[in-house]
């Protein structure tokens, strides 16, 4: 089975352009394939975040292998090996204790099963009242008991809280929580300094 092609689009909102750049030479280095795509922003951050369901589905259906998405902000610092013969989906488990989420939506493995593509449907259709994570969790709850799961482990998903965090030498996948004015502006309207 071969390694999931990595999938991420980009908006040309706040940064997202040069992280998109970074993005595809990491995944050069590291001889990955991947399908980057630039999407039309909504100008709404939250909305932009729903397109992310709905782009999986049509990558899964288009290229009838796994995909591995990866937010497009994130660094890729190693080789990403994921079996997913026996799987619908992958994904890392959420550790933030503060929300009952099981899992975290910034690294996803789907595969092309009938299953994963039910989920996924689903999924888009619950994206629409909500944030890509919300949304995710939903449908989640809904179909745990038809779906075969596999719990990546935590290095593809390191979340880097500050940048004076040190990035623990197994990751995998880093993904930094920007403190940028102008993205919390955008995720949170009317976010300001004051």
């Known amino acids: 089975m071969p390694t999931p092609l990595i999938i991420s689009f980009f908006t040309d909102d706040w940064e997202y352009p040069q992280h998109a750049a970074r993005?595809?030479?990491?995944?050069?280095?590291?001889?990955?394939?991947?399908?980057?795509e630039r999407?039309?922003?909504?100008?709404?951050?939250?909305?932009?975040?729903?397109?992310?369901?709905?782009?999986i589905r049509e990558c899964v259906q288009q290229f009838r292998r796994p995909v591995c998405w990866i937010d497009i902000d994130a660094m890729i610092l190693k080789k990403i090996v994921v079996e997913m013969q026996?799987?619908?989906?992958?994904?890392?488990?959420?550790?933030?204790?503060?929300?009952?989420?099981?899992?975290?939506?910034?690294?996803?493995?789907?595969?092309?099963?009938?299953?994963?593509?039910?989920?996924?449907d689903l999924w888009c259709e619950n994206s629409l009242r909500g944030t890509d994570e919300a949304s995710f969790d939903t449908t989640w709850h809904m179909l745990r008991k038809?779906?075969?799961?596999f719990a990546l482990p935590n290095t593809y998903n390191f979340v880097r809280w500050s940048l004076t965090l040190q990035?623990?030498?197994?990751?995998?996948?880093?993904?930094q929580l920007s403190k940028s004015e102008d993205k919390l502006r955008r995720k949170y309207k009317g976010h300001s300094k004051s």
């Open 167 to 175: 990035i623990p030498e197994d990751t995998v996948i880093c993904h």
């Open 146 to 149: 038809e779906m075969k799961v």
């Open 39 to 55: 999407k039309e922003s909504t100008k709404d951050y939250i909305k932009n975040t729903g397109i992310k369901p709905f782009y």
């Open 86 to 120: 026996d799987f619908d989906f992958a994904a890392c488990k959420y550790s933030n204790r503060r929300l009952q989420r099981e899992w975290a939506v910034a690294t996803l493995c789907f595969n092309h099963t009938p299953n994963a593509l039910k989920f996924l």
């Open 23 to 36: 993005f595809k030479a990491e995944c050069d280095a590291l001889g990955l394939k991947y399908f980057v």
